[in-house]
């Protein structure tokens, strides 16, 4: 198995240093109803504006459902379906864009989703799984092939599985599931007291 512990500058919490998103996914080892309940439950708990909660999550596991599993797969494009596959549990976030109390605009619903879905991810890590969340998805079909209302944005598709080896992979995602994790330095994102003022 893979391991790329985040190379910090002070220490974090293990969960948080030890997420991250492989693509090789054991295709015959599943996840169970109590872990999946697990994850849902760290999504659940997340904050958000007016405590809204405005994440759906739509859960497609391959081996009690694999009519939905496939649905979503087919709405990926084609470089997340080469390795997606291999991941028994297939589950699209999405965001209400107004809220429950008052009917208006919520702007924060894509942020608090993906806040939700952080729990989630870090969730499942806590528990020996692996997640890797996509962008690569066609929304219209997944809109149309799963009949999500008007009033709503599908933000991600996240597959959920255990970390299998990288030989498991097509050589063309090798190089990436190898690669040294890599994020922007802190002075880069991260200001002091006004705009582009680096915090070090």
């Not at 948080?16 to 872990?35: F, L």
């Not at 699209?92 to 879905?117: C, E, L, Q």
């Not at 050589?171 to 040294?180: G, H, I, L, P, T």
Request: hydrophobic share 40%; glycine share 4%; proline share 4%.
């Amino acid at each position: 198995m893979q391991h790329k512990p985040a190379t910090t500058r002070e220490k974090i919490h293990d969960i948080i240093e030890q997420r991250w998103s492989p693509r090789a996914i054991d295709p015959d080892k599943a996840v169970s109803n109590q872990q999946l309940y697990s994850i849902l439950e760290a999504a659940r708990w997340a904050p958000s504006c007016f405590n809204d909660q405005p994440w759906r999550y739509i859960v497609c596991v391959k081996h009690n459902n694999e009519i939905s599993w496939q649905n979503i797969l087919n709405c990926l494009v084609e470089k997340n379906r080469q390795w997606a596959k291999n991941a028994p549990v297939l589950i699209i976030a999405v965001a209400m864009n107004n809220f429950r109390h008052n009917g208006k605009p919520n702007r924060w619903a894509i942020y608090d989703t993906g806040a939700a879905s952080t729990s989630l991810c870090l969730q499942a890590t806590a528990l020996g799984l692996a997640t890797h969340q996509m962008g690569g998805f066609d929304e219209q079909k997944i809109r149309k092939v799963f009949e999500l209302p008007s009033d709503c944005t599908a933000m991600s598709v996240i597959a959920v599985g255990y970390q299998a080896d990288i030989d498991s992979l097509d050589d063309d995602f090798k190089d990436a599931e190898q690669a040294e994790r890599s994020r922007l330095p802190l002075k880069q994102g991260f200001f002091s007291g006004r705009w582009d003022s680096s915090f070090d």
